[in-house]
């Protein structure tokens, strides 16, 4: 019982670790990428995502990689 519990649990993540890769090399090949920019001229952070064909972007106030004082 304990035996066929182990082999279950083994298999059940090499079929986690199989999906993640699955999905991690399909995001490779369709050039799903995502980055991130600070415009001084809008004082703002943007982030930008590419998937597919479609971009999308967006702005939030303020520069979002200065250092913070802790």
Do not use: H, W
Not at 1 to 12: D, H, P, R, Y
Not at 26 to 32: N, S, T
Not at 35 to 57: H, N, P, W
């Amino acid at each position: 019982m304990i035996n066929n519990l182990k082999s279950l649990c083994v298999l059940a993540l090499l079929l986690l670790f199989v999906a993640y890769a699955s999905v991690a090399l399909y995001g490779q090949i369709a050039g799903d990428t995502t980055g991130a920019f600070y415009s001084e001229e809008i004082d703002a952070t943007c982030v930008t995502q590419r998937k597919g064909g479609a971009l999308a972007m967006s702005c939030m106030p303020g520069d979002r990689f200065e250092e913070r004082d802790q």
